[in-house]
């Protein structure tokens, strides 16, 4: 199940604030049994917290590389075993008829808030006018993880502090529904990493933690909450200044002395606020 693969990421250490930010590959190797047989499975994980309208072909870039990695450690393998290859296809490729590569699926955990819009597979990308053309291209679907909207059940499955940073994402607009997660959490105090990691993911602006420092969950939920609101409030004095500039009842540089803000910072914020506010 995907959550145990990302319950063990995280375990790890795999997923920190330092990988979301920079959304680079994890790989994980495996070995799945069924019906007796054991399936060696390469899975790479994607950490997204925007969303990505490229993300299906970036995901095939990743696997073909990992595909012909592959076939470069099984060609170095014949060479150094002396393995005879039959000339034709077999020497060109150095790549025997009987070979085979391990699967790899590569996976986009996705960290937003805000529901993925962004196409699942290849063809959802391509401007096709004639849809008959569709049987002669392959689609390759992207699997992806939305982790604010999993299940209660997957969620409370992980071990590890990828449990409240996934309870934040999920309840983070419901009041009441996150006081009743972490409530029902027995886990009271998260680490600095777990409290970075959904201080990066919430763009909160607080104060990191360091080292083995600890925080009480629910203060480290009011902490944010209030940070939240403090930003409201600049937001709301902002945008009040702005209307008092643009009606002339108080100067540019009265309105720069109570923002501690230079001139060009005022109109580029300006700028923005005023198209955003046009919508």
């Known amino acids: 199940h995907i959550t145990s693969l990302l319950n063990k990421m995280e375990e790890t250490g795999d997923i920190t604030p330092k990988t979301v930010k920079r959304t680079r590959d994890i790989i994980k190797r495996s070995v799945i049994k069924s019906d007796g047989n054991n399936t060696y499975v390469i899975f790479g994980i994607e950490n997204q917290t925007n969303i990505d309208y490229t993300m299906p072909l970036r995901n095939l870039l990743y696997d073909t590389l990992y595909y012909f990695h ?42 937003g808030t805000k529901q993925w819009d962004g196409p699942l597979t290849i063809t959802d990308m391509l401007n096709i006018a004639d849809e008959r053309y569709l049987e002669y291209i392959p689609r390759y679907r992207m699997p992806l993880i939305e982790l604010s909207r999993l299940n209660r059940e997957d969620i409370m499955s992980f071990n590890t502090e990828l449990r409240e940073v996934c309870g934040f994402l999920k309840y983070s607009k419901d009041k009441n529904g996150l006081q009743k997660f972490f409530e029902d959490n027995p886990r009271k105090t998260i680490s600095a990493k777990g409290y970075n990691l959904i201080n990066e993911i919430t763009n909160s602006g607080m104060k990191p933690l360091e080292g083995d420092e600890e925080t009480d969950m629910c203060k480290a939920i009011e902490d944010i909450r209030e940070e939240g609101k403090n930003e409201g409030r600049d937001e709301e004095r902002f945008s009040l200044l702005v209307e008092l500039v643009n009606e002339g009842s108080i100067d540019v540089d009265k309105a720069l002395e109570k923002l501690h803000m230079s001139l060009d910072e005022f109109y580029k914020k300006k700028t923005e606020y005023e198209r955003a506010s046009a919508r």
């Open 70 to 111: 592959q076939i470069d450690e099984i060609a170095d393998r014949h060479s150094k075993e002396g393995v005879k290859l039959k000339a034709g296809g077999e020497f060109l490729s150095k790549f025997k008829k009987e070979d085979k590569l391990n699967p790899v699926i590569t996976t986009v955990a996705y960290f």
